[in-house]
């Protein structure tokens, strides 16, 4: 788990940051540092951050605040030194090859996936998709390896979108007026499903967004973990562009080519808990359909992008000593970079 790690991280970091490798166990501990190291880069600057502001608080006046020892461990003097020192290796310049990208990757088939709620326009590209939206802090470190070469892919642009903590995408607040009284459809490849609700709003952007991959072929976002609605296990869908045109006026894009389409799910025992958190728990259907488990999906979508071995579930951490201080989820896609699918839903 994560505070374990960032309990022994600063110790072995100290122990090994000025010291060569030499035997198999020194080179392996080595390099799970060096995978630690990369994984946590972003975290560290979450904890760099919240540490600074605990800071503030204090030097404001202001005592009682919780006290975060492994905090004070990770940003010792020697720790840091050990992070940024000349041969610094481990936060900056983590070569790719010595990547070890999660391998919890997916691979899914098109056009069953995207589903009804994507909007062709408009996705802004950006980190924080959270805007005012109220929920579980949510890290996600998205990682992209081509199939063909096994290689990470820099610069493609990774467009995720995710349902608001009560089950409501962007744009689409309510049921078509009709539908209102619609119950879920009994039996069939649609079990357990209602109709989707329509686009009535374009204002709303919330829990839409994309960005590129870094050279290191992963894209991070600053999110609150989604909720769930009638039908579906949780989930956050995405689709990956190779191919597409910045708008620097409105910062959104016109997508080129569409290489990938896919959806992440999440382990139902961190479901579960985050079922019981405030807002989570005021889903208004929550005391009638309640949540989807994993292997109740509709449509198979989470059986069928079992399948191969590939693995859409994100292996997630906590990111403080309690789950409300945040969440942080990995996960690798394996996608087909020569890949061309049409960007639009066909199901
Ligand atoms: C993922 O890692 C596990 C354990 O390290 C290994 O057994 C499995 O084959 C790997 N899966 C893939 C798809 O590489
Ligand atoms: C953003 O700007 C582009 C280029 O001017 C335009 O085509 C697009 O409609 C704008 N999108 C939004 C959501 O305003
Ligand atoms: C989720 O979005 C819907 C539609 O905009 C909104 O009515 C609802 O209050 C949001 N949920 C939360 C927890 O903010
Ligand atoms: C990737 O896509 C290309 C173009 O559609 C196809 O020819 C190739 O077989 C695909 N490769 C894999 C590994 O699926």
């Keep these: 788990m994560y505070p374990a790690l960032l309990t022994l991280f600063p110790l072995l970091l100290a122990a090994l940051a000025h ?37 503030a608080q204090r030097a404001l006046g ?11 461990e990770l940003f010792a003097q020697e720790t840091l030194q050990g992070i940024d020192g000349p041969d610094g290796d481990f936060l900056n310049c983590a070569p ?27 996705h802004p590209i950006r980190q ?10 949510l890290l996600l470190d998205i990682g992209v390896i081509d199939v063909e070469t096994c290689k990470p892919v820099p610069n493609v642009l990774v467009d995720i979108w995710l349902a608001n903590a009560t089950g409501h995408y962007a744009g689409h607040p309510d049921p078509a007026p009709h539908l209102v009284t619609e119950q879920p459809q009994v039996g069939g490849k649609r079990s357990g499903l209602l109709s989707a609700f329509p686009r009535t709003n374009d204002h709303e952007t919330f829990l839409r967004g994309a ?3 870094d050279r290191n072929g992963v ?26 045109t910045l ?76 789950i409300s201080q945040g969440v942080i989820a990995y996960i690798t896609m394996g996608v087909n970079m020569s890949a061309s699918y049409p960007n639009y839903w066909q199901g």
Excluded at 64 to 71: E, F, K, N, V
């Design 19 to 55: 010291k060569e490798a030499k035997t198999p166990e020194e080179k392996e501990i080595q390099r799970s540092l060096r995978n630690a190291a990369y994984h946590c880069a972003p975290a560290v600057g979450d904890f760099t951050s919240a540490r600074k502001r605990a800071f």
């Design 62 to 72: 202001q005592t009682g605040q919780p006290s975060l020892p492994a905090y004070d």
């Design 96 to 122: 790719v090859q010595d990547t070890q990208i999660e391998n919890n990757t997916c691979v899914l088939a098109p056009e069953v996936t995207e589903g009804p709620y994507y909007h062709n326009r408009g």
């Design 128 to 137: 924080n998709l959270a805007e005012y939206q109220d929920g579980l802090l």
């Design 211 to 213: 960005w590129a991959t």
């Design 219 to 244: 894209a991070q976002f600053t999110s609150i973990f989604p909720g769930y609605y009638t039908g579906r296990a949780t989930h956050i869908h995405t689709k990956v562009f190779p191919e597409w």
């Design 247 to 322: 708008h620097p006026e409105n910062s959104t894009f016109t997508a080129g080519r569409l290489a990938h389409v896919g959806q992440f799910f999440f382990e139902d025992d961190i479901n579960m808990a985050v079922d019981k958190m405030f807002p989570y728990s005021q889903n208004p259907i929550r005391d009638t359909r309640g949540r989807t488990r994993n292997w109740r999906d509709s449509l198979n979508i989470f059986d069928d992008s079992h399948l191969n071995n590939y693995n859409p579930v994100f292996k997630t951490h906590l990111l403080g000593g309690v």
